[in-house]
């Protein structure tokens, strides 16, 4: 369905008293009170924010985004107390968690409340919910007065936004609303995690690693496919879609350093010859033997070897950015899947709809 609703976007300052910001930050939370959706930054990619309490409102979330509708949305809180008007039955380990990591990137599935919109939870018994940490969305929430449904601010399938441009080019004349508080932090999502099973199981890895969960509460469980080669497995029901793609072809090649570099001249020499445009995305070492290279059209810096963090960071806005100039194959050298690198590694798996060459 074709939309063209006007999109306002409010430009704020992450220093949230500053008066103009303050002001702007009002008028965004009286749409999203109002049953409108509003694009919100958090610390780890923008949120489609709208009343979790009205499933009108949320309804318009899976327009927008073209979402399918048994996809479970994520609830905000802007702060601690308000877990108890979202979720019941909190378990022990859970308020552990929340008082760890919160406001942060973890999300909780848990028994949900009695008002929350059922479109939220596609018809779910559990709930997600998360406080973010970004000045800017905690405040959203607070003015609104309700919790806010959202979920990644992108049309589906796409890469996440990390920044309100992303979020106008995926949703501009399709939302009421964006509020612009400059880049996000994190780059990838929060980490998902259901607390209604013994031992509390990880459906998605973010921006809390896995170690750093297993220091407050003890062992996790985690799908063994997140900890090697991932193969498609969905135990959310958002996973089993394809994700964070690019439109060209991208294709992840592993290996040891110097035989990685090798097969990727000969996949790029082959993908010439047939007269792809192409594309690289290696991090800061590796650069230097890309850089106008005769064989690549386009050849973006992810990160660097020394910090996922930086990886993380980079990894939507490049693979955007092979959209933009229109590349048709795409080679990605891949990360140790530690800590953040297991985010990052399952974003990039999911975007290569799995393609991995063993160099
Ligand atoms: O960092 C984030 O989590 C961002 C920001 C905006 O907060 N949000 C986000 O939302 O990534 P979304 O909708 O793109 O991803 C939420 C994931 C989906 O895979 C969905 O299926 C899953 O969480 N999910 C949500 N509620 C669930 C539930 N009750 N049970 C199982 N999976 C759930
Ligand atoms: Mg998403």
Redesign the pocket.
């Known amino acids: 369905m074709e939309q063209n609703i006007l999109t306002k976007v409010w430009v704020v300052d992450k220093n949230v008293e500053e008066q103009k910001s303050c002001a702007h930050l009002v008028d965004a939370a009286k749409l999203v009170e109002s049953g409108e959706l509003v694009a919100f930054p ?1 610390e ?5 924010g709208a009343n979790a309490l009205s499933d009108e409102a949320v309804e318009k979330i899976f327009v927008a985004k073209g ?1 399918p509708s048994d ?4 609830v ?1 809180i802007g702060e601690k107390s308000q877990l108890d008007t979202v979720a019941t039955d909190i378990p022990v380990k859970a308020r552990q968690l929340m008082e760890a990591f919160w406001p942060g ?1 973890l ?1 909780m ?1 848990l028994p ?1 409340k009695a008002g929350i919109a059922s479109k939220v ?2 018809g ?1 018994s ?3 919910v ?1 406080m ?1 940490d970004h000045p800017v969305a905690l405040e959203l929430i607070k003015q609104a007065h309700v919790p806010i449904a ?5 049309r589906s399938g796409r890469p ?1 936004p990390t920044t309100a441009q992303h979020v106008l080019e995926d949703l501009a004349g399709r939302i009421s609303g964006i509020v612009d508080g400059g880049s996000t932090g ?1 780059g ?3 980490t ?1 995690i ?1 607390m209604t099973v013994e031992p509390p199981m990880i ?2 890895p ?2 809390i690693t896995v170690e750093q969960i297993e220091r407050v509460i003890g062992e996790v469980a985690i799908d063994p496919a997140f900890l090697t080669e991932e193969k498609e497995q969905p ?5 089993k879609y394809k994700h964070y793609a690019p439109k060209g072809d991208l294709w992840l090649v592993s290996g040891q350093e110097d035989k990685v570099r090798a097969k990727m001249l000969e996949l790029l020499t082959e993908a010439k010859e047939q007269g792809l445009t192409t594309g690289v995305m290696v991090p800061r070492e590796h650069l230097k033997h890309w850089d106008n290279h005769a064989l690549v059209d386009v050849t973006l810096q992810c990160g660097s070897l020394a910090s996922l963090e930086e990886v993380a960071q980079d990894l939507y806005t490049d693979l955007r950015r092979f959209d933009e100039e229109q590349i048709q194959f795409i080679l990605a050298e891949t990360y140790p899947r530690e800590g953040l690198g297991l985010a990052v590694m399952n974003r990039l798996e999911k975007a290569a709809s799995h393609r991995m060459i063993k160099a």
């Not at 780890?44 to 489609?48: D, I, P, R």
């Not at 135990?235 to 996973?239: A, E, L, Q, T, V």
């Open positions: 958090t780890t990619v923008y949120g489609l979402r996809n479970p949305l994520i905000h990137p999300t599935f949900k939870t596609a779910l559990t709930v997600g998360r973010p959202a979920p990644s601010a992108n996440s994190v990838v999502e929060s998902t259901d459906h998605r973010g921006g135990i959310s029901p958002g996973m």
